[in-house]
Structures are given as structure tokens and as C-alpha cells.
């Protein structure tokens, strides 16, 4: 018993060593959104927000837009050392809801910033991070995810609304 125990030991063994395994994490595509841009600029009752003049090492890699949920807009991004950032829209109208949702259950803070000439309050305390812009005549904006609040602060800062 303990010699067939060996023995089912080092073939265990050898198959660990010589089959081949990748321990890190795959490679995100990277989604071509224009598309789905133009679709929900056409279609949307608000601006609709997305960056330009981001650097090529943000990789978008989500993208929809669906018109029969609020006119929800969302645009998901990887940050080049690897966090999570997305840009939410809605108009949907228990804003609070959507802000829970699009934060991932994060609570306002009292803290609000100035970017560019938009004033967006930072939330926290959730699975995400988030920057949230409430004035935009008829929806609600939330940049949120798993990046530092810098990169949050960089894709609001390079979002246009058209």
C-alpha cells in the first residue's frame, strides 16, 4: 500500500514537471467601440462620453450600449499596469440605484474635483472606486473600477461628451 501510494506520488510528480502550465493571467483582447459610439451618440437622449487622447497602452475591452435599459451607455477599459476602468451613463431616474450599481456599492464622499470644467464627487468603500458627474442635463455619468483614483481622474479627465 505505502509502495502503490509512492508510486502514484511520483507520476504526479512527473506529470506536474513536464505538462505544460501558465499560471498568469490571460491576455485581454483589445474591442474596436467606435461603432457602438456612433450608434449610442445617435441614439442616446444625452452626451455621450468617451475618451480621446488617451495613450495606446489603455486597452478598451467592453463596449455596449443598450437603449431599452435607460439608454445605458458602458466602456470598459484595462489601465496599463492592469486595473479595471469603466465609463457608466444613464438616464435612469433613481439615480442613487444607478450609481450603486455602476460603483459597485461604493459610498460619496464628501470630497468633489474640479476636472476640466466638470465637478465630479469621488466615491468609495465599494469593490470600485468612483468619480460620479450628476449634472449632465438628463443622465448621470460614473467613471469607476479597480484603478487608482489618478487613473480614474485621467479617464474623466480625457472624457468629450457628444
Keep these: 500500500m505505502i509502495l502503490s501510494l509512492g508510486l502514484i506520488g511520483i507520476a504526479a510528480a512527473v506529470i506536474y514537471v513536464f505538462v505544460p502550465h501558465d499560471d498568469h493571467a490571460p491576455d485581454i483582447k483589445r474591442v474596436d467601440y467606435r461603432v457602438e459610439l456612433l450608434t449610442a451618440r445617435r441614439a442616446a437622449s ?31 477599459f484595462q489601465t496599463p499596469d492592469g486595473q479595471y476602468v469603466q465609463i457608466e451613463q444613464s438616464t435612469q431616474k433613481k439615480r442613487a440605484d444607478f450609481i450603486d450599481q455602476a460603483g459597485q456599492g461604493a459610498s460619496a464622499t464628501k470630497r468633489t474635483e474640479k476636472i476640466g470644467d466638470r465637478t465630479w464627487t469621488r466615491y468609495t468603500g465599494g469593490r470600485y472606486d468612483a468619480l460620479v458627474l450628476e449634472d449632465t442635463p438628463g443622465s448621470t455619468t460614473v467613471v469607476a473600477g479597480t484603478a487608482s483614483f489618478d487613473q480614474l481622474t485621467t479617464m474623466a479627465a480625457a472624457l468629450k461628451m457628444q
Design 46 to 76: 444625452y452626451p455621450v462620453a468617451a475618451p480621446e487622447g488617451l495613450p495606446g497602452t489603455w486597452k478598451a475591452t467592453s463596449v455596449r450600449y443598450q437603449g431599452e435599459d435607460s439608454d445605458r451607455w458602458h466602456l470598459g
